[in-house]
């Protein structure tokens, strides 16, 4: 009669914590807490690779166990998450050297003798495990793939969800940790989606985040974080560091009392979390750069109300009503490709190999007529010089065009109807 792995481990005192696991033996017998659950993702085809599994015991030593895709059918119906259960009979095998979620020397794989029965939680062993990054530390870690990131924060602004031209969909988070340090962390696809299905249930009150998984990236000069298949969000939990970030944090307001802020969405998420103003054509037209300024940015919200072939490369024309007058402005850039959702060498590849050329394709008019964001830089040569070209930086889409008022942050000159000719931007 075979034995329960539960019952001979109460009998016989058989070790049952991860740091009493011996190699080379399959012999072993945990309790350990499902903490999390993922597929790791083969980028270049979607396929999935295999099933990552994150096992707690009561020590606080996590390790991860991998489920083969032959396996699935087998293990995972089994493996739910914050449950608990005795795993026995498992190979004790040396860990990945790359993409590692656990800082552990090793990992568990199952075979065709492991068993895995659950076990009554009696909440012995943790429910939250986390491998933390400080902020100050994550500049270093750019390029570093050896393990992942974990990080915790107060969400400070939140931006858009935007497409970018493969497709794929993404969301800017702005977090901020008790040194007042900031990051932004990109969230992909469904992670952004689980993400802002968690806000809702905040209800206005600030929140307290730990993000999974992440990668450091490098955009421009600042270090940024991305996440990855590994990737979860977890909103408020019961989880000793985030309760002590919120005290440090209401300690650094000199009110413990008084409540932190919400969440505040942006179109565009800064790292320093700064509102980018948002002004009219008419205002940017006009725009003047205070002294000392190199540059000033802004946003502006726009529909596109046609194209035009201009030598090979397409303009994007784009009006907006604003409270003087009816004006239009002219879009020029390479990131229209991230409006249009279709690389541009595509386009003009195909512009090529048509026999009417002054055609515009039809992939670039079915942006016509929907509204977009458009942060812009506005430069000395835009102003001292006469420069016509505007940068645009970043594009997102918007469901319709709203009334716009000129930012005070912004000096421009007497609102009078414009009579110069149509810019480029």
């Known amino acids: 009669m075979e034995t329960n792995p539960l019952a001979t481990m109460k009998s016989t005192g058989e070790a049952n914590t991860l740091a009493a696991m011996k190699p080379n033996t399959d012999g072993n017998t945990i309790l350990v807490r499902v903490t999390r659950v993922w597929e790791a993702i083969n980028k270049r085809n979607g396929t999935t690779l295999h099933t990552n599994v994150v096992l707690l015991d009561q020590q606080d030593k996590h390790i991860m166990a991998v489920v083969r895709n032959n396996q699935k059918q087998i293990y995972l119906p089994i493996l739910k998450e914050d449950e608990v259960f005795v795993i026995s009979n498992f190979k004790l095998v040396p860990g990945p050297k790359q993409y590692k979620a656990v800082d552990a020397e090793h990992s568990i794989n199952f075979y065709y003798k492991t068993k895995i029965e659950k076990s009554p939680d009696t909440n012995v062993i943790p429910h939250y495990k ?156 006009e725009a003047l750069i205070p002294p000392g300024t190199l540059a000033i940015h802004c946003i502006c919200r726009a529909k596109i109300i046609s194209i035009l072939d201009g030598n090979g490369w397409f303009r994007v024309v784009i009006r907006i009503e604003d ?13 229209a490709e991230q409006v249009i959702g279709v690389p541009l060498k595509k386009i003009l590849a195909e512009q090529e190999q048509d026999d009417d050329s002054t055609q515009v394709p039809p992939v670039l008019k079915n942006i016509i007529g929907k509204t977009f964001v458009f942060q812009l830089k506005i ?28 930012s005070p942050n912004i000096g421009t000159s007497s609102a009078t109807p414009l009579k110069k000719k149509q810019r480029v931007v």
């Open 130 to 285: 986390f491998e933390l990054t400080p902020f100050s530390d994550i500049r270093n870690l750019v390029g570093n793939v050896n393990m992942l990131i974990d990080v915790i924060g107060l969400v400070k602004t939140y931006g858009q969800m935007d497409r970018r031209n493969n497709g794929a969909q993404k969301l800017d988070v702005l977090l901020t940790d008790s040194r007042s340090e900031n990051i932004v962390v990109t969230l992909w696809e469904d992670r952004s989606k689980q993400f802002l299905e968690l806000l809702p249930a905040c209800k206005g009150d600030p929140v307290f985040v730990v993000v999974t998984g992440l990668l450091a990236k490098k955009f421009s000069a600042e270090a940024s974080l991305s996440s990855t298949d590994a990737t979860r969000c977890y909103i408020n939990i019961d989880y000793a560091p985030l309760t002590c970030l919120k005290n440090e944090l209401a300690a650094i307001t000199g009110n413990k009392t008084a409540p932190l802020p919400p969440p505040k969405f942006e179109h565009f998420v800064t790292p320093t979390g700064e509102s980018i103003p948002e002004l009219s054509i008419s205002s940017i037209l």
């Open 323 to 335: 409270p003087t007058a009816s004006t239009t402005v002219t879009l020029f850039n390479k990131e």
């Open 379 to 406: 430069t000395p040569y835009n102003i001292i010089q006469g420069c016509e070209e505007y940068t645009v930086t970043r594009v997102s889409e918007v469901a319709e065009v709203s009334n716009i008022t000129a």
